[in-house]
């Protein structure tokens, strides 16, 4: 990983006082009931009620916005954000501005991992999607402090986004690093990686395009493997058909790292989307002499 951005570079997060919640100043402005929490920012359910309410793989979280971060929300949003409402079909080219080739990112913490490999790959455009409002903030602060011109930051569910805004072929990879678990057994449904997620992530992938997992969950492991060996869209990178070992474009995070620490295995898993299959009655159609 390039020594352009280092941790401290990286550190865009505040640390929030302890104590109480301050005073407001006198003359503060005080958010009136319904009024949005970020006039020029993400929307708090931006699909609302136009789709049906299936079962959800990730849990919104609620936690304080640093002044730095809701500063960059409201500055940066309007540039560098796209609300995932159902609502349009989005051409990536018009949203980064080029025609370079887009990743996308579902879950990106606080981010600090997608802007260091934005910096490391210029010329790949990342598309990171996360629900948690804080993060959001501060992928859009470090993007403008290093100048990472080829990160958005969507707000929503990346389901949402695949299904509804995605158009066939447009991505060229998809990165999901450290899901939720959903460690108990009855919440196993919640889990993104399953076949039928997979149906729709290869339609809107190109031939060639490269998923990549990671999980410090040994047994989410094993079912993501499992799941994505059994789909006929997807191939595993790796000889021997296991895990693979951690590419060097992934830097090792700090949680990452404390889990490492204490004895977590953590797992890679590089599967790549096959060429389009052609049905066997339009393959012996081209074959048959005319």
């Known amino acids: ?5 280092n941790a401290s570079e990286l550190n865009a997060s505040e640390t929030a006082p302890p104590g109480e919640r301050p005073h407001h100043a006198p003359g503060r402005h005080t958010r009136a009931k319904g009024e949005p929490r970020f006039p ?9 009620s136009h789709f049906e309410r299936r079962i959800r793989s990730f ?3 609620r ?3 640093t002044a730095g971060q809701a500063d960059a929300l409201q500055r940066l949003w309007p540039k560098w954000g796209l609300d995932i409402d159902g609502q349009r079909v989005i051409g990536l080219g018009g949203l980064f501005g080029n025609g370079n080739p887009v990743v996308l990112e579902i879950g990106f913490g606080m981010g600090e991992a997608t802007a260091l490999m934005a910096a490391e790959e210029p010329a790949v455009n990342i598309l990171a999607v996360d629900v948690h409002t804080p993060g959001q903030g501060n992928l859009l602060n470090l ?4 100048g990472l011109s080829n990160v958005r930051v969507g707000n929503g569910d990346a389901i949402i986004l695949l299904r509804e805004m995605l158009t066939p072929d447009s991505l060229d990879g998809l990165r999901v690093y450290f899901p939720d678990p959903w460690p108990k057994k009855r919440h196993h449904k919640r889990r993104l990686i399953q076949a039928e997620f997979l149906d729709l992530a290869a339609t809107r992938l190109r031939p ?3 998923v990549h997992c990671a999980t410090d969950w040994e047994p989410y492991a094993e079912q993501m493997l499992e799941v994505l060996d059994a789909h006929p869209e997807f191939e595993n990178t ?4 296991g895990f693979a070992p951690r590419p060097a474009h992934r830097p090792l995070t700090r949680f990452e790292g404390q889990g490492l620490d204490k004895g977590h295995v953590v797992n890679d898993l590089l599967f790549r989307r096959v060429q389009h299959r052609v049905p066997q009655s339009e393959q012996h159609r081209q074959e048959s002499p005319r």
């Open 1 to 5: 990983m390039s020594d352009s951005l």
């Open 40 to 48: 020029d920012g993400p929307r708090a359910d931006p699909a609302g």
């Open 59 to 61: 849990q919104p979280r």
């Open 63 to 65: 936690s304080r916005v």
């Open 143 to 146: 993007a403008d402090q290093n």
């Open 208 to 210: 060639g395009a490269i």
């Open 238 to 241: 790796q000889a021997d058909g």
